[in-house]
């Protein structure tokens, strides 16, 4: 590329095979497996504001693939086992770092919930082990799980192959991938309106910078994939909710290991330059502000500090908000939209960093074949008609 740049930023032509709308990690890694595998190169991924800079750049990095229901714990598999190879695939360093994923149990229900989950886990082949406390201290020697404490640590589960990477070296890589497949990537061009047939069917988008033709138009907008399917006359089960992160100062290493908490809403890793990141709940109000309330910092970083002492030391260095779109049954929502030529996917709560190159390759199938990718067919719109939910709000961290 001229100047070293890994891709271009493209004016958009009249028309495409297909238009990807959102390019985040799912919008960018969905049009580089439907060149890779479908060899369908005439796509343009439509962002309106820059390149990976809505949740993409706004998430706590976590990989992982212990749900519970057999759904979803093949999909999340299916997306790690790609991270796994995505930095030889891909050809650039990801900072994929398999340390480990520990989900603390803090009382009766969650050591039920976790040994259960455990359990699942091993019959559907992923690795999953039930720890005590006096094992989490081994591994995590900074926590205190003396039973003194306000959450006095009960057990915890733990994914070995769990573990982080680099948000933005991974966007940086599929838009440089898909660039190179002949995808074009068109920024600042947000989608105003549908063009449609007397029939109903989508014939392309209206946007900031003109008309644009489609034979397929995929939605892949996280939380406002709903005023998107606003604009073509259907509703989405989603409700969208800010969700809070931070990150301290440079620190040396003291915690090798991804730390999770879903009764006190805390989980936290160190990243590779030295800080603290952390995530808490969500905001219990809807809405799409990118920073959230000071009361849910404020008890995110008390209920830290008593589990890891050390973090009183820590400054904090920056805080902001994602949307979390989140569906009923906590699981997301990918497959044809009851609109013809039109395509969801949304609803990943606080699982769309982990999903990205399962949810990217499942999705580029479905859209290539215009019909759900079985990995993908569990997830279908229609499951909230018929009640074949998906429940994992025990499993999906914070977004419950």
Not at 114 to 142: C, F, H, M, S
Not at 200 to 210: D, I, K, M, Y
Not at 274 to 283: C, P, Q, R, T
Request: with cysteine; hydrophobic share 40%; aromatic share 8%.
């Amino acid at each position: 590329m001229a100047g070293g740049t890994l891709w271009e930023d493209r004016e958009p032509r009249h028309s495409y095979d297909v238009v990807i709308v959102g390019a985040g990690g799912h919008g960018l890694a969905t049009a580089y497996y439907l060149a890779r595998d479908h060899g369908i190169t005439d796509v343009a991924v439509l962002e309106r504001g820059w390149l990976a800079g809505g949740n993409m750049a706004r998430n706590t990095t976590i990989i992982r693939s212990n749900y519970l229901w057999d759904e979803s714990a093949a999909i999340y598999e299916h997306s790690l086992r790609l991270w796994e190879g995505l930095e030889d695939d891909l050809g650039h360093d990801l900072k994929f770092s398999p340390r480990g994923v520990l989900n603390l149990a803090h009382n009766l229900p969650d050591v039920r919930e976790g040994v259960r989950r455990v359990n699942a886990n091993r019959l559907n082949g992923v690795d999953a082990e039930w720890l005590t406390p006096g094992d989490i201290k081994q591994l995590v020697p900074i926590l205190d799980t003396s039973p003194s404490v306000r959450f006095p640590v009960l057990g915890g589960t733990f994914q070995p192959r769990g573990g982080i990477a680099r948000h933005d070296q991974v966007a940086w890589a599929l838009a440089g991938a898909a660039h190179e497949r002949g995808v074009h990537l068109i920024q600042s061009c947000e989608v105003t309106g549908f063009c449609r047939t007397a029939g109903g069917a989508v014939t392309g988008v209206e946007t900031s910078r003109g008309l644009i033709a489609a034979g397929r138009v995929a939605l892949c907008a996280a939380g406002h994939t709903s005023v998107l399917a606003d604009m073509l006359g259907f509703r989405l089960p989603l409700q969208s909710h800010p969700l809070q992160a931070l990150v301290s100062e440079l620190l040396e290493p003291v915690l090798d290991t991804v730390v999770m908490s879903n009764a006190v809403h805390v989980y936290v890793s160190q990243a590779h330059k030295g800080e603290l990141v952390m995530g808490a709940g969500i905001d219990a109000y809807n809405g799409y502000g990118q920073r959230g309330s000071f009361h849910l910092i404020e008890q995110q970083i008390a209920a830290a500090v008593e589990l890891f002492p050390l973090f009183a030391r820590a400054h904090v260095l920056r805080t902001w908000g994602g949307i979390v779109d989140v569906s009923p049954d906590a699981s997301p929502i990918i497959g044809p939209a009851p609109v013809q030529n039109v395509f969801i996917n949304c609803g990943w709560g606080t699982g769309g960093f982990k999903a990205t190159p399962g949810a990217g390759h499942v999705y580029a199938d479905t859209i290539a074949h215009a019909r759900p990718h079985p990995l993908a067919e569990p997830f279908g719109l229609e499951r909230f008609t018929t009640g074949a939910l998906i429940d994992e709000h025990g499993a999906a961290a914070v977004a419950h």
